[in-house]
């Protein structure tokens, strides 16, 4: 009976805390604010679980509905000067074949993605110098020529404010750049010396004052990550008011530092995305391939959590496997364009529709 009382009671302060941060998108303040967050993220009691993702899932219904929007991911070069600890793609790895997509081959992308419904491409890349700030401008410029009803995201790391601001004159709508980690001594854990924290919020405050829709994002269950630094991360983004979210779980690469690293888990990534939901409930918020990827139905599970964005692969087939970003990338067919089929009645099966749209921040 006392056990019963008290999984009760548990479950009325989980209630309370939730219905809380529907209202004021915000933990309490000071040591009880983390309380909270920590109660959210460790708690074993079910119904408070399956409280939390119905509240974030009918947030996001009350501003989008029930439509997935569906972005084009083309991953043009595993190149990159950086040695991001994580990263499958760092500089040092010499195990992966590199690999740059032409300028033709990058509009070819774009031009199955558009015969397939995709209205949104997603550019993502490391930080290759290849890529001249020209090079990535005249893309731009021929796909917004192309397809003028369609929006281009860019992924492709540390820029300076000037590349920002001829990228967005030449028809970027909005840049991806996860910020990892808001906490200093754990970024310093992830990354070598020459980068910095306060460089990656410098870029970010740097999109969002050019005009760009800005995302930010980290992995969960990253190296090093503790509930201290997971509640920094929402406080951040809080202050920040990203238009997009990306977080997916950390997976270990083989050929990098942290290759023998724990993942994260499932349930970890799936709570969290309710929470950025219902603290920042207009965000567009993917539901990752990394999320797919440790769960044959991640990507469902998370839209049920509250995402509302999906990203199948434009890449050209033959260079997707040298996207080393993480092992053991999933390859089952709904992830990838060709596949665009598959996933729209995988989602019509959770009560979701994937539109043609480009699906802006509401």
Not at 33 to 55: A, S, V
Not at 136 to 158: Q, W
Not at 214 to 220: I, K, T, Y
Not at 338 to 358: A, P
Request: neutral net charge; charged residues 25%.
């Amino acid at each position: 009976m006392n056990s019963e009382k008290t999984e009760g009671n548990e479950r009325q302060i989980l209630i309370e805390i939730i219905d809380k941060l529907c209202v004021e998108h915000m933990f309490k303040k000071g040591r009880e604010g983390e309380k909270e967050f920590e109660m959210l993220l460790t708690t074993q009691n079910e119904d408070g679980l399956r409280y939390l993702k119905r509240k974030a899932r009918e947030t996001a219904d009350r501003i989008y509905g029930k439509i997935i929007y569906i972005r084009g991911l083309i991953e043009f070069t595993n190149y990159c000067k950086n040695n991001c600890f994580y990263c499958g793609i760092r500089k040092d790895n010499n195990r992966i074949q590199r690999y740059r997509l032409s300028h033709d081959q990058i509009l070819e992308c774009c031009h199955k993605g558009y015969e397939f419904g995709f209205r949104t491409f997603v550019l993502q890349g490391g930080e290759d110098a290849y890529f001249t700030d020209d090079k990535i401008c005249s893309i731009l410029s021929d796909i917004k020529s192309n397809y003028p009803d369609c929006a281009v995201t860019l992924s492709i790391g540390e820029k300076s404010r000037e590349s920002y601001q001829a990228f967005f004159d030449a028809g970027a709508d909005r840049y991806l750049l996860r910020h990892e980690t808001a906490n200093e001594e754990h970024y310093k854990k992830l990354h070598p010396s020459e980068m910095s924290l306060a460089n990656r919020k410098q870029c970010l405050s740097q999109l969002k004052e050019i005009g760009y829709q800005a995302g930010c994002g980290f992995m969960v269950g990253s190296p090093y990550q503790t509930m201290q630094t997971l509640y920094e991360d929402l406080i951040f983004m809080r202050e920040f008011q990203p238009h997009m979210v990306g977080i997916g779980p950390f997976i270990p690469q083989k050929d990098t530092p942290f290759g023998e690293q724990k993942a994260g888990t499932l349930d970890r990534t799936l709570r969290l995305l309710s929470i950025i939901r219902l603290m920042n409930p207009h965000v567009l918020l993917p539901a990752t391939t990394a999320l797919g990827t440790i769960h044959l139905r991640g990507r469902e599970l998370g839209v049920t959590a509250g995402a509302n964005v999906v990203m199948p692969n434009l890449s050209p087939a033959k260079v997707r496997d040298n996207y080393k970003l993480y092992d053991n990338k999933i390859y089952t067919g709904v992830e990838a364009a060709e596949g665009i089929t598959e996933l729209s009645n995988k989602m019509s099966e959770i009560g979701y529709q994937i539109v043609t749209d480009r699906g802006d921040f509401r």
